[in-house]
Structure formats: C-alpha cells, structure tokens
C-alpha cells in the first residue's frame, strides 16, 4: 500500500527551459531504461517474491522510491517546455526558428499533454509494460535489476552530458548517485544469494546432472570457415560459477536436415505441398 | 554476413505431439526470455561494439548460435503440432476432446501459419523489438546479457519440467546446458572488463566526484512510518564495486511541492487552469 | 513522492485457488480497465495538473489508493495460482485434467513469473503506457478518469459474477465499491469544474465563434438513402452544454473530389503515376 | 454496409504546405485522441450494442461521419507534403534549410509512404486498436465517447492555433465544431439512459448491496502523515449519483501484509526461496 | 465520405453458438490476414493516390466493401458467444465443463466487451495500424493486396475447415468467394500497370542503370560450405520480369571487417572502449 | 544453423556523416518494408515449409544473405553518426546549430545505443515481429515476399534519391539490384508453383465449388447512388486466375438489419438493456 506527501524527492529546477531537452528527458520516463520500468519492475518482482520476506520489503521500498523518481522527471518535462511555441507563426508568416525547435520537440508532448510529460520514450513511443522483468526466481530477478540500473545510468550520464542548465545537472547528479547505489544494492542482494559461485547458473534449483554436461562450459564457434572462435576468459579456465572448466572449439551440425513432410489435407496449403 | 548449412545444431524429435507444449514452447522463441530476444540483442550489440574487437566478434559469434537456437524451436513446435485438429466435430457434432484440446492451443499456429512456429510468445503476443537492449556500453550489454540468459534459463527449465517426452527433454537439456554456458560466457567477459570493482558503477567512464555522493551509498528508507528499511548485505559494509561505504537511512522528502503555475492561453487547456 | 508500509490496503483471500480465474484477474491488473492504467493515468495527470493545485492532490492522492489496487490484485492472481500445475503428466502419462486447466490459464504466468502477477492483461497482452490519458485540460482528464471508472467497475461486475470464491467476492466487493466512489469523484470534479454548462464544449478556453457554428449542434444523417438519421434527445431540444438547439438532417459531400495530381519524379512511385 | 461517393465530407485546401504541420495533424488521424479511434470506437460499440436498437444506428452513422473526417485529414496531410524534400542537397551540397525542414517532418511519410498520410500519429507512432473502447455496456460506452470527444477536440484546437493557413483554418474550424455536436450528441444519449443519477454507478444493473457500502462514497485519504486529504465537492454532501453522502477520511491498511510462502520445487525458482 | 444503411451486406447466421468459434473468429476481424487490415489498407492506399483517379476510385469502392465484411464478422462473433458461460460454477460448485468452455474462448469478450467482438485476433492481440501497407507506389501496393488476399483467403479457407456449423459455412464461403475476387482484382490492376514485364522492377520509375546491375539477377548462395546454392526457375533463364537473364553462384564477403573505432569521451560507454 | 565470418557482405563506407540520414536509413532496418522484416519472414517460411523441399532451401539461404544486409545497414547508421553532437551546448552556451542536428536526429540512437544503429524505424518506433507473414502456405507466402521486397526497393530508392554521399549511394546501388533479383526470386517461384493460373486463388488446394462463385469474379459496386463502379481491367473479359469471366456491378444490402437482442443478467450491461 502506498501513500504520498505531494511533494518531490528531491529540489527540480530548471534554469534556461529547452523544449529539446524535455523531449530527450522523456527517455529516462518512458524509455526501456527508465524510471517507469524500474518503478513497476520492483513493484511486480516485490508481489511475486517467494522465501526471504526481506527480498520483498527491499523491493517494495525501492519501488516507492522509483515513482518518486517518474515524478522529479515529469516536473522536469512540463518546466522545460515552458514558454514552447504553440503556433508556427509570429504575426501572421510562418518562422522558421520557431518552426526549428517545433520540429525537434516531441508535439505529443504539445498536442496530446498541454505541455506536460508524457509515459513515452523521447521518439513518443509509449512505455510497454512487457519490458517488466519479474521471473519469480529471485536471482534472476536481480541480474534484471543490475542491468536496467546499468542502462539506466548510462542514460543518465548521457542526459548529464548533453544538457549545460545549473538546475538539471544537480536533478541528474542526485539521479546518478542513486543509480550507483542501485546497481550496488542489487549486486548486495545477489551476494546475499550467493553471489556467482552460488546462484549461477541461474535457476540454481535444476539438478545439472540433467543438463547436457560437455556442453555447459563449452564456448562453440560459428566461423564459417571452421576457425577456433575468439579467444578470451572465456574459453579457458575454470568458470565463472567455480562448477566447470571453460573449453573452445568450433562447431557443426549435429542435427538432421528439417523435413515437416507434406501439408495436410485441409490446412490451408496448396495443392503442391500435399 | 551470414552463411548457412541447412542442417539443425542439433537433433529435434518429439516422440508425442502435443499442441499444447507447442504453445509453450513458442514462449522460448517469441517470448522476453526468448531466443529471438538473444539472437538480436547479441547480434545488435555486436554492430555497435566500440574498443577491443574481440568484444564484437564474441557477440555475433553467439548471436549465429542462437539463430540455430530458434530453428530448433520452431522445428519443435511444428513437430509438436503433427497430428492437432483442424475441425471442431467429427462425423458432424461438435467433439469436446478437440475442442479442449483446441481451446489451450495457440490458434494463431493454425490459423495463421497453418501449424508452424511463429515469432509469438506463448500467448501469441508478437515479439518486439524494443527488448533488444544494446546500450553502447560493453559492460552495461554484459548485465543484460547475463539477466538474459538468467530468464532464458529459467524458463527452458520450466519447460523442460512440463513435459516427459524424451524427445523434448534431450533438446532442453542441450539447451539448459548452453543456458549455463552462455551465464559463464558473459559473467567472464565482464570479468575481463573489471569485474565488480572495474567495471562498476556502469558507466566506469563518468566521474563519481560529478554525483551527489551523499546519495551514492545509502540505502533510503521509504516507509510510511518513517522506520528504518530492511536491513541486508546492502545497508552496511563496504559496497560491492569497493568505492564508498553501504549505509541506511529513512528519508523524506527534500523537494518542493511542484507548481507548474495556470495554463497558458492557446495551450488547449480549461479557462479555469489560466 | 511516495512511501508504503508492506501491507495490503484491504485483506485479501483466497479459498478456492482456480488458475483460470487468475487469468481473468489479469484483466483487471493490465488490461485496459485495469488498475495500472488508472493509477499512471492519476499519476501523470497530477504531474501535469496546472490551475487550482486540489486537482493535482486530489489526482496523487487516488493514484497512491490504485497502486495499492494493483498490489492487492498481484497477491490474487499469486494465490490463485497456488497448486497449478507444472507438468503435463503425472506418473509418466499425458494428464487431460491437467492439460485442461494449463490450456485455460495464461501460460505466461507460469513459464514467465514462476506463478505470480504480470503487468498484463487476461489474454497476457502486455498493458501499454500510451492508454494514460492525461491532456494537460482537467476537464477533458476528469472525462477520462468517468470513463476509466465505468468501464472499470464493469469490469469488476463481471469478475464478481464470474466466481464464488468467497475471498475473491469479499476482495471484488470492496474494489466496486471504492469504483463506485471514483465514478463519483470525478463527476464530483467535473462539477466544481462547472458541470456540463460551464466545462463543455471542452476546452471552454476556445471562442465559440471561431468554430462553423452551423455545424456546432446539427445531428448529421449518413444514411446512404438519404433519409433522416434516427431521433432522440440529440436531434432536438436545448444541447446539454446549453449552448445551442439540436437540428437534425440528412447530409451530403459538401468537398471535392479530392486529387492529389502526378507523383514527383524522385518520390518513388511508379512511372505510370507521374 | 457502407457506401461511398469519393468526395470529401467538407472541402481541404491547403495554402502554403508545411510538412511539419503534416506532421502534427498525422495525430488528428493516428493519435489516441485521433479519428480512426473514434471511427472504430463507434463501429464497434454499435456492433456489440444491445438493446433500445436507436444507439446501434446512433454509432453507426456516427461512425460513417469520423471516416470521412479520416479521410479529410489524411487528403490535408499530403497536401501539407506538397513540394517537401526529397533529397538532402541541391545541386551537390547539403543543404542546411533542407535538413531542418526533414529534421522536422515525420520521415516514415516519405520513406514509407510517397508523401501520403498514414495511420500514425505525429511521432510515426501506428495507432493500436486496443484504444477502441466498446465495453457492452451502453453507458460506459457513451462515458468513453464524451472523454474521447473531449480530448479530440482539445486537439483539434491545439491544431488550429499551431496554424495561420486560412484554409487548414477553415477545415479545423468545421471540424471542432462536430466535436462540439459530438459532445453534445454523447452526453444527450447518456441523459437519455437516465443521466447521472440514473445511469450511475456504471453498470447499474450490478445490485449496490452486494458491494462494500461504507466505502461506496468515502474519499480516502492516502497522504503520508496521515492528514485529511483535499477538500472538495468530492468530499461531503450528497454523491453525484444521488444514491449516497460523501465522506472524507485518511485511512491505513486494512490488509495483512502479503506473504506467498516458499517456491514450490520444480518452479524455476532458486533453491534459496524453496 | 461514407455512408451505411444499417444492414449487413450478407445475411449472418450463427445456427450453433459456440464461444470457441467466436474465438477463431476473432482471427478475421483483427489478425493481420483479417478484414479491419485489407479496409484500412484499401482506404489509405485511395487517400495517397497520385497519377491515374481510377485507382482511387477503385480503392476506396473496396475499401467500403471491406468495412462491411468486419460488420458481418462482428455480428458473427457475437451470435457465436450467445449462452457464453458468465461464471465458473452452477449452483455453488466449480464446473469443468463451463471451465473448459471459458478457457477455451478469448476472455475478454467477455471481460471487456460483454460478450461482443473486439479489434482483436484470436489470441486477443488488438490490431496494430502499422500493418497498413500504403507505400505511395500503386504497383508496390497492388502486390501488398494479392498477399493480403492470399493470406486472408487461407485464413477464411480455415475457418470454414473448423467449422460445421451451416450459417457460418454459409457467410464464409460467401467471404472466400469475395476473396477469390479481390485477388483476382489486384492482379488485374496490376495488368493495367504493366503486369510483370512493365511493372517490375518495382518502383520502375528507377534507372536500372544505377542499380550495381551484376547483381540485379544473379541468385547468390549462403552456404557455409561454398557449394551452389538450390537450383529452380530462379537460376538460370530470362528473369520474370524480362529485364535480365538469371545466374547462380555461391558468394562470400566482399566487405571489410567492420570497425567503429574506439568510443568517445562522453558517449556513455566504459572507459576500456575509449 | 547459422556460422558469420565477421566480415560484411559488401563494403560500407561513409564519406560525410550525416546523423539525419541515419534516422532515415534506421527505416530499412527496423520499418516494416525493411531488413529485419524480410529476414525474419523467409527464416520462419522456412522452419515452416511443407511439400517440396527447394523451398525450404531457397528461403533460408535468402535469409542468411538478409541478416548480412541488416549488419551493413547497422553499420552504416554508426558511421553516419560519427562526429554527432552528445551536447547542446559548445563553451557553455546553447548552440543552435548543434540543437538543430539534435532535433532531427532519432535521440535514441544516441540515448539508448550511444551512437549505435537498433531495431527501430526512422521514427524510433521498435518492430514488432507480427510483421513476418509465414503462412503455411507456400504461395501465400511468395505473394508476400514479392510485396516485401517491393516495398522495401521502393524504400531504398527513396534512400538513395535522399542522399549524394558517395559510400552510401554506392551501398544503396548494392542493395536496390539486390532487390530487384528478389522480387525476380520469388515470382519466379511463384511461377514453379504454377503462376497466376496455377496457384491463384491461393490457397488452390479450396475447391472452388464450395465457395459462393456468383461472387466470386463480380466487380461490387459500393457507391452511394448506386451507380456503376470504376471501370477496368477488373470489371469485363476473363478473370486473371483462368477460371472465371469479370462482371461488374451496384450492389445493395443482402443481409438483415443485426439485432443482438438484449443483454444477459450478469453480463456487466446496464439494466435498460435488458
């Protein structure tokens, strides 16, 4: 259960408005690496948590604090598009600094929001909720983690670098801080799991004596001219999760030619599939 | 460029059709854990892969594997859908078998590829491609490869535990195996790239003195009642990539209460927002 | 900025698990009725709300209670999943009971959530962020916020029809109801917002005289024999914005032909259409 | 059945071509907001409508109206394209005032579609039809209407004001004026089934003691510090529906704090959750 | 402009309700073989036509005939769900024989459209507007509609396999009769565009003396092991379109190794790409 | 099964960097006419070919040559980027020049990819894999193949007349010719399958006697007087198929008007339509 307080996480100021820049900032909301994503992904891996009922508070916690994130950004749309045109024209021809930034804003942000922020990435395209990873094993859920905080700093960074206003550099430092915290808690978490000796491979829980064993630590090549693939950690050594030895050999063919046969009667094929 | 020889990776037999592990199946082809996902996102990587080329060479390497991975699959699907129904009645009444049995298979293999495999998860739901995460940034690719084959993972072991068709069970244990391979694969590359601490915070290239490092190690409550937050390997202790120290607070807000002031004239908004 | 406190906001039970009918649940979590869509929808109308600053509290506030509809639903759909099966066979045979029950639930939620919530709807269609309706006009929002509630306590009649569970009925009871109030709520809003004299046409920020007011309160008739197009409170009498009298009539092409001429050399069309 | 006269429902004519204007009104045609949702919404509502047979022809002449209008703004979108560039440079060089023109256009209407509309709105976003609201319920249809009239026309006069072309002027003025009647038209059929005191709570054939009355028209306050939550119409006095009083409270959890228990083995969940 | 007269352009009988058919129904109305995709491919194919006012003409003529043909399959798939269960249990208890009728059928005909159609497919995707094929080419868009009629006949062809119920064989062999035409249709218009020899290759308003015209017939084999790839009409003889003569030959890279260079400061990546 | 031997296909070369044109060339990656699309589809007509196995051979050695088109393009969007601006601003003031290049380029290339090409179009939107037509049957599928590779060569034509960069003219001569011996391709397979009076209508295996053939080479005129419809090829002498004579002319309703009764108890539906 939630509750709020109206006010924002954190001070969101910004000094010199760039309707560019609240375009670009809409990726951190509704971008596969944004804040949406990171928001709901806790909230459902939170609701699924099974075991550990500490896994789940740590999820739910860090869930409230993404939505507090959406909405520092949101506000940091709607004030970079104050004082955005709304027409194409001053005093009746058309004008073509305007027509400038009017073409490299996102007009959703005009035509369908009023000039507020939108749940759409910074091309307008809407944030698809299939983008929520929540596996129901929690290992894999935190390498999901780890990656979309690793992605979702690196826009950041980006957002960081592309803009040169007082007030959003501060807004995306504090961001950017709580993104290393994130990518730490989320590695934290998969220690606490057993970190690569105990949690991988992933699902942990699967007898790998039923797994094709002299292939599990095999790195197989795909040159077509039957070269050894890339050489690297990799492909030799003892693995990563300490229960193999990395192995590298190219590879071929073990399975057969696909033959589905005929088509059958009444399925929609031709004649001369039959 | 890409070559191909016609032949599977490895052998495919299902000994009992069945329609409905053919819509499951299609979760390992169509789905987010699918290796349409896999293919792409290595091979869409690889196009981008900027510094030591070995690092591109290793992506599209695996991304040839994995499109051997999918024609398995959509080879297993077809074979699983020899034998299922194409009519609702026999002899002219309406049979509950087939119509239970065509109730839980995907109609969509049927009506639209005439009992093939399709780029559909599970629940016919299109695969998109938006969940080809290629960031850019080697080490941030690495995590999502690693959460990739995670999900992946975990989801042929499901599979692999519905069904007891010998056939299926050897072609998911050979995939199960390279699952955990392909784990190792990128966990060691990451490894090569600095591992926890050389590698993290994603990305290493921004300097940490630019974020509010007061944030950047601290596990934020965000408890109603102001108590403390859960309480693990991330709430204290040295952080995971060795740069700061884990601590743990409840917060509140820091922030204003956002105003965004009346609308504007012409802004399409009521007379009573201006 | 939000907070939680790791409870439910209402008890939720479930007696009889039935996997089917947390497929149907789903529909309630991701659907287009569903609760994410309305809790985002108050969320980004808030973050966008300008004029009277109650609008944007009265917006955040219920989108925290919607949150904390969606964690109870989760916990539903997880319950009701408890004791679905992983297999397809018990003691080495094809089961048809079971493979009834896995053709009727979402596979997903199993092959993809390990028998917990997803963000998506019955048929696991995944919600999509662009059905957050927040227009930057409080009136036309509080339309949409009407409209989100009645098709979601429709939604929520149907489920509470659909079952007998008595958990799943004391959950749905309490979910009309509150439905019952956000249907008020927003009209409530509506009404402070002048009701349908002072809010409509929206936005009432527009000159009325600037539209073609012939056409402003004029029922027009398509029927292809020309006749009068079918009667009621529409056609005639006072509009309900009270801004004008309803007429009705027949109507016609008043436009041309329309001709777009010769494509351009260099566009890409066919020889023959230039 | 539908029939067609190949003119336009009211005549299109552009003065000066602006693609970038194309680009906006792209959104009247493919936005959410646009007239392929109403033109389906309507098409659909009236084939699943029950009952009084007057609405089932009320949305289908309806719904023959928005397809002209489709039909109007994808003629004035190509128009607006008229003379747009198709190659970056003249005579050899590239040319500045080119690019910001293309930078500024939606490219898919030339890449895609030879300078022709297409069914997206004005980020080349495809419209998706799960926008089409048609619920089975009459009255929540016609909520669904007002709302999707509402935002339509906020649009339409956002179009309007972005544009000093006398005849893109003149075509948006008649059409805001069929959303003004449209308006109207939707509200007078919900008058029709009894208003807000008859038609409410949507569906009102569900029996309101079987829901949980106290919280039937309780605004509950959800704000951190346990404060009352903001006073409005919404908060005391008779509800809307005249079937209730409101009330206003803050409230807490009522529920348990959820706990699935352990993974069940075979479940793909790690070891550590079981 | 449109116009209708509220009947079906073919008579509608359902002698048999059954919810599963409505399902596979569904496939037709909104599966990308179905009948909203050929009506708005038809109508946006006849807003962008350039050159010949015929085409126009005879696009939107079919265009209307379409909208019709998703009218009659709406009104089927209603019929078909007459007497669909609306709750798991009769008189108190869980039944499977109702439960395996609900899992069979799409849910949300019943959850979201009480008991109508929806712009969905089979499995409940909603249509998607990017499949609209209107290129701006007539030529590129006549071979978009023989594959739309070819892929819609086998669809309706399956129906009608599924099926024996007589009012539905009876409104699909109608429907397959339309398609025979429609094929029939698109192919003669293509004729009058040159057919093969005159049309081909598409866009034909291209030089083909700027096209690396070495490769312009030649069929280049992929395969990994250098031999020639499979023989047929396409390897040897006068190419279809009468422009060239047919070749065969194995092929290997021509192109570099690519190599992007290092990554540059500020880019978001790791420090090692730079 | 798939091996690469990390070279490209045919040399991508950039002479002048043009982050505009690489939004634009991101359409024949990731648009519906472009390379993705076409190797996906002739991948998965493969795994699903039935009857004569050259088919099967034909098309997965056409994809494997697609795939390598996909790497070119991917790496001539990142060479197109090179030199892009990652900032608004040069020595600490906002740089219109550098805003203007901003604005036109797709964000995302740079925000999610770090100047990398992805699996999107022109306008950022992501493809989605419901776009691969693989129908089980094997005309059907030639049909679409020709209308892929029609589109997708009037694509490339449009690329090329965009640009006068030497490299990239070059690449894209490349890729029309290759376009041009596919569209040659598969009507050549087309014609092995019997061409126009063989395979039509698809599927040829429907015996035509089932179908209502007085409709079945008719011309249905739709117009709202009642007139005749356009006249053509379609409209008189012997259909293209073979086995039909063309007719034309007006028709009218056949059907009834649809009455879908009132609604059921319990369905969700407002008390005054049942």
Request: proline share 5%; hydrophobic share 40%; charged share 20%.
């Given at each position: 259960?939630f509750?709020?307080?109206?006010?924002?996480?954190?001070?969101?100021?910004?000094?010199?408005?760039?309707?560019?820049?609240?375009r670009?900032?809409?990726?951190?909301?509704?971008?596969?690496?944004?804040?949406?994503?990171?928001?709901?992904?806790?909230?459902?891996?939170?609701?699924?948590?099974?075991?550990?009922?500490?896994?789940r508070d740590?999820?739910?916690?860090?869930?409230?604090?993404?939505?507090?994130?959406?909405?520092?950004?949101?506000?940091?749309?709607?004030?970079?598009?104050?004082?955005?045109?709304l027409?194409?024209?001053?005093?009746?021809?058309?004008?073509?600094a305007?027509?400038?930034?009017m073409?490299?804003?996102?007009?959703?942000n005009?035509?369908?929001?009023g000039?507020?922020?939108?749940?759409?990435?910074?091309?307008?395209?809407?944030?698809?909720?299939?983008?929520?990873y929540?596996?129901?094993?929690?290992?894999?859920?935190?390498?999901?983690?780890?990656?979309?905080?690793?992605?979702?700093?690196?826009?950041?960074?980006?957002?960081?670098?592309?803009?040169?206003?007082?007030?959003?550099?501060?807004?995306?430092?504090?961001?950017?801080a709580?993104?290393t915290?994130?990518?730490?808690?989320?590695?934290?978490?998969?220690?606490?799991?057993?970190?690569?000796?105990?949690?991988f491979?992933?699902?942990n829980?699967?007898?790998?004596?039923?797994?094709?064993?002299?292939?599990?630590?095999?790195?197989?090549?795909?040159?077509?001219?039957?070269?050894?693939?890339?050489?690297?950690?990799?492909?030799?050594?003892p693995?990563?999760?300490?229960?193999?030895?990395?192995?590298?050999?190219?590879?071929?063919?073990?399975?057969?030619?696909?033959?589905?046969?005929?088509?059958?009667?009444?399925?929609?094929?031709?004649?001369?599939?039959?």
């Open positions: 259960m509750y709020t307080d109206n006010k924002l996480q954190y001070p969101v100021r910004v000094d010199a408005p760039n309707p560019l820049f609240a670009a900032l809409q990726q951190a909301i509704g971008g596969v690496e944004g804040e949406i994503r990171v928001a709901m992904q806790y909230f459902f891996q939170a609701c699924g948590a099974r075991g550990d009922a500490r896994f740590l999820l739910m916690n860090t869930a409230a604090e993404e939505l507090g994130h959406i909405e520092m950004l949101a506000t940091a749309v709607a004030l970079n598009l104050e004082g955005a045109p027409a194409m024209q001053e005093e009746g021809a058309r004008d073509k305007v027509e400038a930034v073409g490299g804003m996102n007009l959703k005009l035509l369908s929001a000039l507020s922020a939108m749940p759409v990435d910074s091309d307008g395209v809407p944030f698809d909720m299939s983008h929520i929540a596996s129901g094993n929690i290992a894999a859920d935190m390498t999901a983690n780890i990656a979309a905080e690793s992605t979702g700093r690196t826009l950041a960074v980006r957002l960081y670098n592309m803009t040169d206003d007082p007030g959003m550099k501060d807004m995306l430092s504090y961001l950017i709580r993104d915290m994130h990518q730490n808690q989320w590695m934290a978490a998969l220690e606490e799991l057993g970190g690569a000796q105990g949690a491979p992933i699902p829980s699967f007898p790998q004596a039923e797994e094709q064993s002299e292939f599990s630590y095999a790195f197989l090549g795909f040159q077509a001219d039957g070269s050894a693939p890339v050489d690297g950690r990799w492909s030799q050594g693995s990563v999760d300490g229960k193999g030895q990395f192995t590298s050999q190219p590879t071929t063919a073990m399975g057969q030619q696909p033959d589905l046969g005929p088509a059958r009667t009444g399925s929609g094929a031709q004649t001369e599939q039959m």
